[in-house]
């Protein structure tokens, strides 16, 4: 099922065109970002980007170094300047760290870009995603030293209000396949994909 909220819509003095629109795509770690983003990307014609791989090429570090050789503050700093640099070109899909929206500063920033889509999904779809990925433990480090369980579910609920003040859109991302949740940003984006139709 798709939501819809009213967000913070462009001024009618700045309205945005499709060709020049930049989409972020937010949520927890697990909820589908990755998979999504070059599917949406390819229907609207554009570029996807995945901030942590940005993070990681600028740094010349996988992102778990960067947390234990000098902080996760030191990544946050990281992670505001690469989406600053990202959400200036565009069009382009953005797949969002899961922890972007800690930043006041990156959330009015999506905004201001373009739509900016919340892919949600329970505690306990996430953490069973994130338990079955060994891609997903091995670059990521633990933020709270407990279980994925324990974990997902206590940092999820502490960023609930902000992932909900990030979203334009929201997209319940629990059972879709990966192209049926880019059909439904589509159709939440106005239905035609740039330079064409569904």
Not at 49 to 54: A, F, N, R, T
Not at 59 to 88: H, N, Q, Y
Request: hydrophobic share 35%.
């Amino acid at each position: 099922m798709t939501t819809h909220s009213s967000g913070h819509p462009s001024p009618p003095s700045e309205p945005q065109t499709r060709s020049r629109m930049i989409v972020t795509l937010i949520g927890y770690r697990g909820c589908g970002k990755s998979s999504v983003g070059p599917l949406l990307a390819t229907r609207l014609q554009c570029q996807c980007v995945d901030s942590d791989d940005e993070i990681e090429s600028s740094s010349g570090k996988p992102i778990r170094e960067i947390f234990a050789d000098d902080g996760e503050s030191t990544f946050r700093a990281l992670e505001t300047e690469v989406l600053r640099k990202l959400l200036s070109h565009p069009p382009a899909v953005i797949a969002a760290g899961g922890g972007a929206i800690l930043s006041q500063i990156n959330r009015e920033r999506m905004k201001q870009a373009g739509p900016v889509v919340w892919l949600t999904a329970s505690a306990a779809t996430l953490a069973s995603r994130i338990g079955g990925d060994g891609t997903s433990s091995q670059r990521r480090p633990s933020l709270t030293g407990k279980s994925i369980e324990d974990e997902v579910a206590d940092v999820l609920e502490s960023r609930l209000s902000l992932y909900k003040d990030a979203a334009t859109i929201t997209i319940h991302a629990e059972s879709e396949s990966p192209q049926q949740i880019a059909e439904r940003i589509i159709a939440a984006l106005g239905g035609s994909p740039v330079g064409g139709t569904p």
